[in-house]
């Protein structure tokens, strides 16, 4: 089923009108509608946030999986990974998830998590605010590679590049943006205070509804 689809049948299951779910939703009748009629669609972070406000799991509402109570096993070659939080796509940023959010992958996925992104600074990689990015947990990735990476205590999505001096070690790292609009981030250097590290590696992405 498509997303209105099971936000009727969500609706109907509780005996609630569109006005009442709307409330509840914080929103309005008329978009609750347009949904319901398919003449509307959401992306993917207001399917997580409505998600939350309902207590369902993300994969359910987002039809990527059936409405089963949390930590039942899906069959069918899917696996469920959690969705740990927000990621940004621009300046540094970290919103962590409750834990309760999963999405459903193929088994065949090599992945441990998932981010939401945030921000535009990699749509040319043709990611965009509310994508699903899945990362795969490592703590190195090769020049190149996107990375989610956490500076302090916030995280950012970024392909990672080593500077290195004339005998082979390292400068400073650049974690860079593949929109021309945002600059890079400089990680490294005597005067480096930050606490860097690396998450792991993005292997996919989902895009938002």
Do not use: W
């Amino acid at each position: 089923m498509e997303f209105g689809d099971i936000l009727k049948q969500l609706r109907q299951e509780r005996g609630l009108s569109q006005e009442e779910l709307a409330a509840r939703l914080g929103t309005t009748k008329q978009v609750i509608s347009r949904y319901e009629t398919k003449k509307r669609i959401p992306r993917l972070s207001v399917v997580a946030d409505y998600a939350q406000k309902l207590g369902v799991p993300l994969s359910a509402l987002s039809g990527e999986a059936p409405i089963v109570p949390a930590g039942a096993i899906p069959v069918g070659g899917h696996r469920r990974v959690p969705i740990l939080g927000a990621v940004a796509c621009g300046e540094p940023i970290y919103s962590p998830g409750d834990g309760t959010d999963f999405v459903s992958v193929e088994d065949d996925l090599a992945c441990d998590f998932a981010l939401i992104a945030e921000g535009d600074s990699m749509t040319g990689d043709r990611i965009y605010s509310g994508d699903v990015v899945f990362v795969r947990a490592q703590d190195h990735v090769e020049d190149g590679e996107i990375a989610a990476v956490a500076v302090d205590d916030e995280l950012t999505l970024k392909r990672v590049r080593r500077l290195r001096r004339a005998d082979g070690s390292i400068a400073f790292t650049q974690l860079l943006p593949s929109n021309p609009a945002y600059a890079p981030i400089d990680i490294g250097g005597e005067d480096e205070t930050r606490n860097v590290r690396i998450l792991g590696r993005a292997v996919a992405v989902r895009f938002a509804l």
